[in-house]
Nanobody, 122 residues
Framework: QVQLVESGGGLVQAGDSLRLSCAASGRTFSADRMAWFRQAPGKEREFVASISSTGGKIYYTDSVKGRFTISRDNAKNTVFLQMNSLKPEDTAVYYC???????????????WGQGTQVTVSS
């Protein structure tokens, strides 16, 4: 089992930055691919970014490329999402997730955090 706890969400203005953190506990964290997903009201959960166990393979959805950066600190069992130049359309609940698969599909992520709200005002 892996337990995930997100933090760092909040209310910001367009153009501002936020840094989300996800603290993991349980079995070996360093073996997992970690990802961030988000879900806006009335929309399906969508992939945002993922990072492999060693950090060597990173993926982003097109809408956040150049603005968001995912990173991890395996010594601290933590994954981060640095979000810059935030836009109102980034408003959503952001979830951290873990998997042993090399995938960005939410159905292949068995472990999820409770989510943290990010609201970007225009």
């Amino acid at each position: 089992q892996v337990q995930l706890v997100e933090s760092g969400g909040g209310l910001v203005q367009a153009g501002d930055s936020l840094r989300l953190s996800c603290a993991a506990s349980g079995r070996t964290f360093s073996a997992d691919r970690m990802a961030w997903f988000r879900q806006a009201p009335g929309k399906e959960r969508e992939f945002v970014a993922s990072i492999s166990s060693t950090g060597g393979k990173i993926y982003y959805t097109d809408s956040v490329k150049g603005r968001f950066t995912i990173s991890r600190d395996n010594a601290k069992n933590t994954v981060f999402l640095q979000m810059n130049s935030l836009k109102p359309e980034d408003t959503a609940v952001y979830y951290c997730a873990a998997t042993l698969f090399d995938s960005n599909h939410p159905s292949l992520y068995p472990y999820w955090g409770q989510g943290t709200q990010v609201t970007v005002s225009s």
